[in-house]
C-alpha cells in the first residue's frame, strides 16, 4: 500500500516519474485507436487547451460574485445550446460536468416533476431501451428510482410496442437516445413523444453522444429523425460538450424545453453560519477551465467549422463501410447515422477477428446483440482508412480459414 510522502520531492524527478509511467498508456487521439476520444484537429485542441489554461485556476460555484466572465460563459452557452436545438423561446439548462451527471439530473428532474403532477406515486418507475445507456442504473441508485430496461430491440430498433406495455401507475419517465451507443443510429424520439405525451410522462433525449453531431449531419442525411426541441413532448436533452463539441473535458449541459424546470435541481440553503450556499446541480465546486473551453471551442468552430468537420466525418464513415461491406462475411450493424458504428459476421467468429486486429496494434471496441467490433472515428483516423481496412480484410480471411481463433475476451465498455 501507499502511504503518504513524508517528504517534499522535486518537480524535476516527478515530472520524468510521470513521463516514464505513462509510457506505455494508450495515446488518447492515436490513428490506431477506435476507443471514445474526440479530436478535430491540432487547432482546435489549441483553443481548448488555451481556454482552459485562462480559468484553470477558477471554480465555477462562484462565477457569479466573483467571475462574471464565467457566468458570462455560461449564460452564453446555455443560449447558444438553446439555438442549436430548436428551443422555444422560454428554453434553458446548466452545465454539469458529463454525460453522466446530466442524465441523472434529468431524472431527478423527473421525480421532483412527478411529485407535482403525480402525487400518487411512491416509488417512481422509468422506461429506457434496450440500448440505453447504464447511467440511467446509476441514477436509479441514488435517487431510489427504479428503470425498467425492455429486453429486446427489434430489428435493432426500439421497442415502442414494449414501451408502452411496460407503462404502469408508477411511471414518470420515458429515455430515448440519439444515439445509442451500441448501433449509432437514433431512437424514434417522435413516436416515443407521442407515447409520452398521451401518457403525461417526462420525455428524456439522451444526446450526450450525439449532440454536437445530429443537429449539423441532419444537413446531409435525410434519414436522421427528429430528436430535439422540435419534438413538442421533448422535455430534457443531455449533451456532452467534451464529445464531438471538442471541449476540454468535464463539460456538459441539460437542456430543459421550459427553463423553469431547472429550479427542480437547484439546493439552496442559508440556516448555516456560512450564508447562502446555492448550486444549480449536484455539483459545488466546478471547473472554470471546462466552461472557459467550451466557450472558447464553440466560438471558435462556429456552425460553420462544425459542419464542416461533420461532413469529412460522414465522408469518411463512408470510406469505413464501404471496405466493410466489401470484405467476404462482413456486415454493418444497422445505419450508422453518427460516428461510431458496429460491424459483425455471421459467417465466421467476430471476436476472434477483434483479437488478430488488436494483435496488429488496432484498439477496438466489442459489444453484444449482435456481437460486432465496434469502431468510433475522428479526425484522426484520416490517414489510416486503408491500412485497417486491408488489415481487416488479411484477418477476416485468417479466421474464416480458421487459421485465427478466439481468444474469448468479452465486450468491456468502461471499467474505471
Known amino acids: ?167 404502469n401507475t408508477n411511471t414518470v419517465m420515458v429515455v430515448g437516445s440519439a444515439p445509442p451507443y451500441p448501433y449509432g443510429h437514433t431512437d424514434p424520439i417522435r413516436e416515443i413523444g407521442t407515447i409520452a405525451a398521451k401518457h403525461d410522462l417526462w420525455l428524456h433525449v439522451d444526446g450526450c453522444l450525439g449532440g454536437f453531431i445530429l443537429p449539423f449531419a441532419r444537413e446531409f442525411d435525410p434519414s436522421i429523425p427528429d430528436f430535439d426541441f422540435s419534438v413538442p413532448s421533448v422535455n430534457s436533452i443531455s449533451l456532452d460538450i467534451h464529445k464531438y463539441g471538442y471541449a476540454a473535458k468535464g463539460v456538459s449541459a441539460l437542456m430543459f424545453q421550459n427553463k423553469s424546470h431547472a429550479d427542480y435541481n437547484r439546493t439552496s440553503f442559508d440556516d448555516w453560519p456560512g450564508g447562502l450556499y446555492s448550486t444549480p446541480n449536484l455539483a459545488g465546486s466546478r471547473s472554470g477551465g471546462a466552461i472557459a473551453s467550451a466557450w472558447a471551442v464553440i466560438n471558435y468552430l462556429g456552425h460553420e467549422g462544425y459542419r464542416d468537420i461533420v461532413r469529412a466525418l460522414i465522408d469518411l464513415r463512408r470510406e469505413f463501410v464501404v471496405g466493410i461491406d466489401a470484405i467476404n462475411g462482413l456486415s454493418m450493424v444497422g445505419n450508422p447515422q453518427t460516428f461510431q458504428f458496429a460491424f459483425s459476421s455471421d459467417a465466421y467468429d467476430i471476436f476472434a477477428v477483434a483479437d488478430g486486429l488488436s494483435d496488429l496494434g488496432w484498439h477496438i471496441g466489442r459489444a453484444l446483440e449482435p456481437k460486432s467490433v465496434q469502431l468510433m472515428i475522428t479526425m484522426s483516423h484520416k490517414p489510416i482508412v486503408g491500412e485497417f481496412l486491408s488489415d481487416l480484410a488479411s484477418i477476416s480471411n485468417r479466421v474464416e480459414n480458421g487459421t485465427i481463433t478466439s481468444r474469448n475476451i468479452g465486450p468491456v465498455y468502461a471499467n474505471g
Do not use: C
Open 1 to 167: 500500500m501507499t502511504k503518504f510522502p513524508k517528504s517534499r520531492t522535486n518537480w524535476v524527478s516527478l515530472k520524468e516519474s510521470m513521463i516514464l509511467a505513462r509510457a506505455t498508456d494508450l495515446t488518447w487521439n492515436s490513428e490506431r485507436s477506435f476507443k471514445p476520444a474526440y479530436f478535430a484537429g491540432n487547432d482546435v485542441l489549441e483553443v481548448a487547451h488555451e481556454g482552459y489554461k485562462m480559468y484553470i485556476d477558477e471554480n465555477a460555484l462562484y462565477g457569479k460574485t466573483s467571475y462574471p466572465s464565467l457566468y458570462r460563459y455560461e449564460t452564453e452557452i446555455i443560449e447558444m445550446l438553446v439555438d442549436l436545438l430548436n428551443g422555444p423561446k422560454n428554453s434553458g439548462g446548466s452545465l454539469t460536468s458529463g454525460g453522466t451527471e446530466s442524465n441523472i439530473i434529468a431524472m431527478n428532474t423527473a421525480r421532483e416533476w412527478a411529485k407535482e403532477h403525480k402525487p400518487e406515486i411512491s416509488f417512481p418507475e422509468i422506461i429506457v431501451p434496450r440500448t440505453a445507456h447504464p447511467t440511467f442504473e446509476k441514477g436509479a441508485k441514488i435517487l431510489q428510482m427504479k428503470v425498467v430496461r425492455l429486453d429486446k430491440s427489434p430489428n435493432l430498433q426500439v421497442d415502442l410496442v414494449g414501451m408502452e406495455q411496460a407503462i
